[in-house]
């Protein structure tokens, strides 16, 4: 998988759980539940549809991690290249 | 006994003037240079601000709101995150006698809005950027609403918080205040119709201090972390008010709640008394037993948990986990303070809400012929029903004296809660005796939901629900009727979550909207929400005495 389809599968994810999120003005290095207004359910409905979709499980510890749009594109990207 | 002498009793002071004020038993009497807020800052960094220079923080708060033209009874909002300046804010209104109303940050324009019209805000002290992106498109219907101080940056018609606080003088004496006199403002939801503003008094503070005793074993010099947002009437009465008044040091953080983050600041604060929710208890038992057990919490000497009933296994996951059980208690906006409690010292029976704690007396009610009746026979299920006149208990539904009435009847306060009293006195929560939805603790109103989703161009009729949910315990699930001749579509789907969301904030909007061809109404065409409610759950629709069980704890 490649990352600009993680990129595009993180956003469409996004989308559907904060539809009123504007995507295109977010700076993808920055927090996103700070510059969505996403609250911790939104997150954790985020970490739920990547899990589903991707097979990519995010333990609690992490999601500091994934925290901004580059941050959880790279974590997903680097846990589907890691040997299972 | 004479009122000093009531007081003395309690572990107050009192105005040296006579009379009695929240703020003066929270910082004048102990202005030390003991650490009253310790804030962690979300970038990282902190803040320790002590007893001293709190009190002299909430003086200039005091003059700045005098400068202003404020007088005793006009009503100071809040809406930010946890920042020093909010403690300032609340403890400063308090001294100069103005009613203290914190709105919850993630909040949207019209839960915000509908507040702040109510409660007639004269003040509300923000951040930029919660003004710009909610309230200052609302300024125009709020003409109650005469100026907004921003705690950061700056933005047309409004104050910059250290032109105005920080300049102001620090030299300020609490008027005598009658403890009668109104103080804290709490919006809490009903079934039907706007948010009720429930409001207190300075007398309330005798049960802040002695609950935070009893309930909580706070001891002047504890530290103490209460996980709650001041947005909600525990990060007030417990989170402000009860812990300055003992003398311990608050814990403050600011971020939102991250699993590492926590047991850091369990570890490196030596965090002696905790007071959490079951969903953030929930969250912490997800990421699993080992990242407590690695941690040092020798420190933690008791833990306590409020917001909706605890379910056993994570009562003994605390114990296991993290050394301490769990103590569940049992109150709301309207009690002020902790009613019914596990205490310390005496067995906790996990599951239950605990007994009622000196002072307050509690019972079981049912109707019979028209009068309500106590229920004396243990495991008997009825309304949890409490005798008024403790000090904490609301004085008015603010603009809403019949409610308020309603809620008493035949020499009893009636919760709303359907709850049972076990042989040895413990109470037990059955369910809610309404449509009040709990998420996370908090109470959301249906009526408040439904009114949003028809503001919609496509909807027609709308009705929410609490959907059963692993760590919140119930989420918010809309159904809405659309228009005739309107399509359904994917983008409909979403144009109307997007709507809920702005409208309401993520706190308060539905996280699941399903679109059905009707709503079950009874003939008078009121709608049926817990049929609905069964339908999701699977149940059978005619049982309803199988809805109220099902409510509260789900696993």
């Known amino acids: 998988m490649t990352e600009e389809t993680i990129r595009a599968f993180v956003r469409r994810a996004i989308e559907d759980i904060a539809p009123d999120a504007d995507l295109d003005a977010l700076d993808p290095r920055a927090s996103l539940r700070e510059e969505l207004d996403l609250d911790s359910m939104d997150f954790l409905a985020l970490v739920r549809a990547i899990h589903a979709a991707l097979g990519v499980a995010i333990p609690e510890t992490d999601y500091a991690k994934i925290d901004s749009l580059d941050g959880c594109v790279a974590y997903v990207l680097r846990a589907l290249a890691a040997p299972a | ?555």
């Open chain 2, 1 to 555: 006994m004479t009122e000093h002498d009531v007081l003395a009793e309690a572990g107050l002071d009192g105005l040296p003037g006579g009379g009695l004020n929240i703020a003066y038993e929270a910082l004048d009497r102990h202005a030390t240079d003991r650490v009253a807020l310790r804030w962690l800052a979300k970038a990282g960094g902190r803040e320790d601000v002590t007893y001293a220079e709190l009190r002299r923080r909430s003086a200039r708060f005091a003059n700045a709101m005098a400068s202003l033209g404020l007088s005793p009874g006009d009503a100071v909002f809040v809406l930010s995150g946890r920042v020093p300046e909010l403690y300032v804010t609340a403890l400063g209104a308090l001294r100069a006698q103005l009613v203290f109303c914190p709105l919850f940050a993630a909040f949207g324009p019209e839960p915000i809005r509908v507040r702040l019209a109510e409660g007639r805000g004269r003040v509300l002290v923000t951040t930029q950027r919660q003004y710009e992106r909610k309230v200052a498109a609302l300024r125009s219907s709020l003409p109650d609403l005469a100026h907004v101080i921003l705690i950061d940056g700056e933005a047309e018609g409004c104050l910059g918080w250290s032109a105005l606080v920080g300049a102001a003088s620090d030299a300020h004496t609490i008027a005598p205040t009658d403890p009668e006199t109104p103080a804290l403002l709490h919006f809490t939801s009903g079934t039907t119709g706007a948010p009720k503003g429930a409001l207190h008094v300075h007398g309330a503070v005798v049960h802040h201090h002695q609950s935070a005793r009893h309930a909580l074993d706070l001891r002047p010099g504890d530290t103490y972390w209460c996980t709650a947002d001041p947005g909600w009437v525990t990060g007030t009465s417990y989170g402000i008010i009860a812990p300055l008044t003992v003398g311990v040091t608050m814990i403050v953080d600011e971020a939102e709640m991250d699993v590492e983050r926590w047991y850091t600041i369990l570890e490196e604060e030596r965090v002696e008394v905790w007071y959490t929710s079951p969903t953030a208890i929930r969250v912490l038992i997800r990421a699993g037993e080992a990242l407590a057990r690695r941690r040092d919490l020798s420190r933690l000497r008791f833990a306590a948990s409020v917001g909706e009933p605890l379910d056993p296994e994570s009562v003994v996951w605390g114990e296991r986990a993290l050394g301490r059980p769990f103590h569940d208690n049992w109150w709301q906006t309207e009690t002020g303070g902790i009613m019914i409690a596990n205490v310390p010292g005496a067995p906790i029976k996990p599951g239950s809400m605990g007994k009622p704690l000196p002072g307050v007396e509690a019972a079981i009610v049912e109707e019979r012929g028209g009068a309500l009746v106590e229920v004396t026979a243990p495991g008997v299920e009825g309304e949890l029903a409490l005798r008024p006149g403790w000090p904490s208990m609301m004085r008015a539904y603010l603009n809403a004296p019949e409610r308020y009435a309603k809620c008493f009847r035949d020499g009893w306060y009636l919760s709303g809660d359907r709850a049972k009293r076990d042989a040895d006195g413990y109470f037990w929560f059955v369910g809610r005796a309404d449509d009040i939805i709990k998420s996370a603790g908090h109470l959301i109103g249906p009526f408040e939901v439904e009114s949003a989703l028809v503001e919609h161009a496509a909807v027609a009729e709308a009705a929410a629900i609490g959907k059963p949910d692993a760590v919140a315990g119930e989420i918010v699930k809309a159904f809405v009727v659309l228009h005739q001749g309107v399509e359904r579509s994917a983008a409909l789907d979403r144009d109307l979550m997007a709507h809920a969301r702005r409208r309401l904030g993520p706190a308060v909007a539905p996280r699941e909207i399903a679109i059905v061809e009707e709503l079950p109404k009874t003939r008078s065409g009121k709608v049926l929400r817990r049929l609905l409610r069964a339908r999701e759950l699977g149940l059978p629709e005619g049982d309803t005495s199988t809805l109220l069980t099902s409510k509260g704890d789900e696993p």
